[in-house]
């Protein structure tokens, strides 16, 4: 009986290792989400620009090292008072969930960085919508959704107060 008990287990076990392991996310199926969330996908396998409600995003991946971004520009940093810069980075820490504002290349951008394979269907799709309101958001509420972690009474009161906390 033990071992009957025993041999289900594994093959129960091998099985779901199997299902999971044929949900991992790869540039194919991801490329497949891209196309259904945008108006269209420009680029090549790993590196396409798209249209998301109007707003420009770039997806990069690699994935050899399983690694993925979404990204989008905000704003030339020459353009950016301290006091938003000050602002985006206790966002990051507060009202950006999964999502940050990064600077590189002379940019204020928002960013969504995650391990590829890991990633759902779901995750993606919510990772466009945070990057999209976080990209919206900036220089108003600074966030990628109505929840808040603790903390940041003082700057949700600033800023309308209309936030959810945690």
């Known amino acids: 009986m033990i071992n009957r008990i025993i041999t289900s287990c594994c093959i129960i ?7 999971a392991d044929g949900q991992k996310m790869d540039n194919g199926k991801l490329y497949g989400i891209l196309a259904s969330v945008s108006d269209s996908v420009e680029g090549s396998e790993g590196m396409w620009q798209l249209t998301y409600n109007e707003r420009v995003m770039l997806v990069i991946t690699d994935e050899s090292h399983d690694r993925m971004r979404i990204i989008s ?6 353009q950016l008072s301290p006091a938003q810069i000050e602002e985006a980075m206790i966002a990051n820490f507060h009202s950006t969930l999964d999502v940050r504002y990064a600077m590189s290349d002379g940019l204020l951008w928002t960013a969504f960085i995650h391990p590829l394979k890991s990633l759902t269907e779901d995750q993606v799709r919510d990772a466009f919508l945070q990057v999209y309101r976080a990209s919206e958001t900036f220089g108003s509420s600074y966030s990628s959704s109505e929840l808040v972690f603790p903390g940041s009474n003082e700057r949700a009161a600033k800023n309308g107060g209309a936030r959810k906390k945690m």
């Open 13 to 19: 076990f091998t099985v779901s290792l199997a299902v």
């Open 73 to 78: 520009p905000v704003e030339v940093m020459d």
